[in-house]
């Protein structure tokens, strides 16, 4: 049995108010065993001092797309599975490089599954990489935000959109979904901004084919997450009982309140508005992107100051692969300077995004949950920069990453 003892400075564990100063945690066998002043340290135990150090539960990015790359997506999805899978590896261990120890990943476009292998390859220790949830596929209908279709001249027929236009077609988009081995149910209920042929403003299942959705997979057991965009659109989402909302980019103050009401989550990926922002005045954005962007971008900050001033539950998610990965951890950041306190925008990240994930073993440092422990100077509470900083990256009870032994 190999043991680590973690000597901490400071911790945020995942729930607390504020920081619990000089404490030890014990890890084996990639379970934290013990929390507390003094552990009793095993005589094989290696010791490891982050004595000037904030330790937290690692990140969980709720919202990302390890095979997808937006600035090529063309030319990027024409390429086989394994190149991707192989690509997103890659990807997936720079971005555990940064702290985040657990991904969702919502969305591959491929007719195969490169994102449950990817999963499948961590979870049993192949390789290293962050611990992946997925959705293997994006369910819409023709010509939706999930129909890649519009990228490409007509006479390409490239399955990897996953379609569907009624609602024997969406149950049995779902059912394809469960049995390939999808953690969630991904699916777009507005149009996006980069997509060309549809609007976020515009709904785009009809309220039978979003309830048959959510029914096949309350069904087969598997929570719902929906890209969506107009206010109507994130209100139907919340009625026909998804989990989790997906940008919600326009949402209004009744959809954050019946999402609070309902018990769902909304992961408002700001850093990438904030990046749209940017290129929509560098006069860089995506051409299909700049007339949607330049209507809505206004009611886009709007919406997310009222998520930040709601009760719903928001998860730290980035939809990077839309945009860098490099760029994911200033989502932490962006969402303060939305109006989230740094604690509730450590606990969308941490404790917060385990619970949407119904995970209890994960976004907490408590015995009994996962090893995955970063750790960072400065005071993320005081000044959530520090998030930027991590230097010190646990994943299941292995050390990935640790500056003072040249581990970077
Ligand atoms: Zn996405």
């Known amino acids: 049995m190999s043991s680590t003892v973690l000597k901490c400075g400071k911790i945020f564990d995942g729930e607390s108010q504020t920081l619990l100063s000089d404490q030890e945690i014990l890890v084996s066998d990639g379970t934290i065993v013990e929390v507390a002043a003094t552990v009793n340290v095993p005589s094989e135990a290696t010791v490891i001092d982050l004595g000037d150090r904030t330790v937290s539960p690692g990140f969980i990015d709720a919202h990302v797309h390890l095979t997808m790359d937006a600035a090529n997506l063309q030319m990027q999805t024409l390429g086989s599975t394994a190149t991707k899978a192989l690509t997103g590896l890659s990807i ?17 476009m491929d007719p195969e599954t490169p994102t449950l292998d990817l999963r499948n390859a961590i979870a049993s220790g192949q ?7 997925a959705a293997a596929h994006i369910i819409s209908p023709t010509g939706g935000h999930g129909d890649i279709g519009g990228f490409y001249p007509t006479r390409w027929d490239i399955p990897v959109s996953a379609l569907a236009d009624d609602r024997a077609e969406v149950r049995a988009a779902v059912r394809r979904e ?14 996006g901004y980069f997509s060309p042929g549809d609007d976020p403003a515009v709904c785009t299942w009809f309220d039978d084919e979003m309830d048959a959705l959510c029914q096949t997979a309350r069904q087969l057991g598997m929570p719902v997450a929906v890209h969506t965009g107009a206010a109507d659109a994130c209100k139907q989402a919340i009625r026909s009982g998804a989990r989790s909302l997906e940008h919600a980019y326009l949402i209004d103050e009744e959809g954050v309140r019946m999402a609070a009401e309902a018990g769902v989550f909304i992961v408002p990926t700001m850093q990438m508005t904030q990046e749209d922002l940017q290129q929509l005045n560098d006069g ?7 007339w949607k962007f330049s209507r809505d971008a206004e009611q886009i900050l709007d919406s997310q ?4 001033a709601g009760d719903a539950d928001i ?4 939809d990077c692969g839309m945009f860098p990965f490099d760029h994911g951890i200033k989502e932490f950041s962006a969402l303060v300077n939305a109006g989230l306190t740094p604690l509730r925008a450590l606990t969308a990240a941490t404790s917060t995004a385990a619970r949407m994930l119904e995970r209890e073993d994960l976004g907490r440092i408590r015995p009994g949950a996962a090893a ?27 050390i990935i990453r640790h500056s003072d032994t040249g581990r970077d």
């Not at 422990?373 to 520090?386: C, E, K, Q, R, T």
């Open 315 to 318: 998860v730290f998610g980035t």
């Open 372 to 398: 995955d422990i970063v750790a960072m100077p400065g005071n993320p509470l005081s000044d959530i920069s520090a998030t930027e900083h991590v230097d010190f990256v646990m994943s299941r009870g292995e």
């Open 284 to 290: 860089t954005l995506a051409d299909q992107a700049v």
């Open 127 to 133: 390789v290293t990489g962050p611990r992946i949830i």
């Open 305 to 308: 100051r009222m998520v930040a």
């Open 178 to 191: 469960h049995a390939i081995g999808s953690d969630w149910v991904k699916t777009v209920n507005a149009g």
């Open 92 to 108: 997936a261990r720079g971005y555990l490089n940064h702290g985040f120890t657990t991904v969702r990943d919502l969305g591959a």
